[in-house]
């Protein structure tokens, strides 16, 4: 798909420390009642550009972490993807790839969606083999044995899962995981854990 879309290559590209590091400067400049008020702007239809903006740029940051490779991130939403990941190759190239950003989301907003119900949504993409999906975590799981869940595995090109797994308010920074890609054998896997990118305390006084 990459090689039929030669206009990707004149998107906008965001850096995604950069974006991530700005939004966690306002958050810190925000009340504990405004962050609030901010996760139930996201579940709302004006806040789902904003919610998927930053999700694209975790995405891009960990998949960079992951790899040891740069990466960046455009938003240009067509019907079968949400953004387009510009990335180096390990031949030290550039790709563009398409990326369709999926959540499990909290069990409080959908508590009958699970892992296994996730990963047979995504069964239906039989014919999507130019694709990445990044699937975004926002609960706490126990450990689970993805083969097992991926009993019909999706036609993608790759699948990759990230989640928090410390508070955002941990001293050091928060804690993510990131693996990938999980439509490869498990020994071609790569799991990753990564900091979220954040300004560094001398930086916050001046």
């Known amino acids: 798909m990459a090689s039929r879309r030669p206009e990707w290559s004149n998107l906008s590209y965001l850096d995604p420390a950069a974006e991530l590091m700005e939004a966690r400067r306002r958050d810190r ?3 504990p ?5 901010r996760r139930a702007f996201f579940r709302k239809r004006e806040g789902r550009a904003e919610k998927q903006r930053l999700e694209a740029c975790l995405f891009a940051f960990g998949w960079s972490c992951a790899t040891g490779l740069p990466a960046s991130v455009a938003m240009h939403e067509l019907s079968d993807y949400d953004c387009v990941l510009r ?9 563009h790839v398409p990326v369709q950003l999926k959540e499990l989301p909290p069990t409080r ?5 699970d892992f296994g119900a996730m990963f047979r949504k995504l069964g239906k993409y039989v014919d999507s083999e130019d694709l990445v999906v990044a699937l975004y975590v926002n609960r706490r799981i126990s450990k689970c044995d993805l083969d097992s869940l991926l009993v019909s595995k999706p036609r993608l090109r790759e699948l990759w899962i990230l989640g928090a797994t410390s508070p955002a308010e941990r001293q050091g920074g928060q804690e993510w995981s990131i693996v990938g890609s999980v439509t490869r054998p498990p020994k071609a896997r790569v799991t990753c854990r990564f900091t979220y990118p954040d300004v560094n305390a001398s ?3 001046t």
């Open 29 to 31: 400049l925000r009340t």
């Open 33 to 37: 009642a405004e962050i609030q008020g």
């Open 87 to 95: 990335r180096g190759t390990e031949a030290g190239g550039e790709e």
């Open 109 to 113: 907003v959908d508590p009958d969606l």
């Open 203 to 205: 930086d916050e006084g």
